[in-house]
């Protein structure tokens, strides 16, 4: 890879959205360089690169900075035109992805993040409303999946699979810290099988954090949520 074409990515070992840009490059099979940012004393570059939000991730694609992920993500599209593509060609399938994609960022992960911040009577309800939103979801995905199980090739993964996978990926650590079930096969068959199916892909595989990690992290925000 030469410096004509230098890609960076400013993440942070745990972050959902840092996993999502990490999937695209490895499916696209684009070479890259990969910065660990401390959040709690974040680098005069990231704050260079993404002085509006100041958070990870960045892409910086020949010295120029993407930030936020589902933008990176349609970069990363559009800009490596070879290897396996994220996005429809149908402009109506594009909407659709392109909507729940925004469902799962906006509702699904808000709640998740609540819970995970939060302790006795706040956590339950944020958990209550992850749940509800999850069966939302789990409704509106039935017509992407007429034969009901989800199943990936290699890894023909999509835009809304990778959303997915990087927030429910790591799904046994998040039951794990919180003491109950998030995904739950018999609660939501379609969305459990999907993100089964899409953890045995390699590039996802490889991108989950590390569960040990994962579980004392979503603990400690938890002990030291405000009650």
């Keep these: 890879m030469g410096e004509e074409n230098k890609v960076t990515l400013y993440g942070m070992w745990a972050s959902p959205f840092v996993k999502r840009v990490e999937i695209a490059l490895k499916i696209k099979g684009i070479p890259y360089e990969y910065v660990e940012e401390d959040l709690k004393n974040k680098s005069q570059l990231l704050l260079q690169y993404n002085p509006v939000h100041k958070k990870v991730p960045v892409l910086v694609h020949n010295g120029k900075p993407i930030a936020e992920s589902l933008v990176i993500l349609e970069y990363i599209e559009e800009t490596w035109k070879n290897g396996p593509k994220i996005l429809p060609e149908d402009p109506y399938e594009r909407a659709k992805v392109r909507f729940w994609a925004s469902f ?124």
């Design 104 to 227: 799962i960022q906006q509702q699904l992960l808000d709640s998740l993040v609540s819970a995970a911040k939060s302790s006795g009577e706040a956590h339950e309800k944020a958990m209550k409303e992850a749940f509800e939103k999850l069966t939302v979801f789990e409704e509106g995905m039935k017509g992407f999946f007429p034969s009901g199980t989800p199943h990936f090739e290699d890894e023909n993964i999509g835009f809304l699979d990778i959303v997915l996978c990087s927030l429910f990926g790591p799904h046994k650590a998040q039951e794990e810290a919180h003491g109950l079930k998030i995904i739950d096969p018999e609660r939501h068959p379609l969305v459990y099988s999907w993100v089964t199916a899409l953890n045995e892909v390699p590039a996802v595989k490889e991108s989950l954090p590390p569960h040990d990690k994962m579980v004392a992290l979503i603990q400690f925000l938890r002990r030291n949520a405000p009650h």
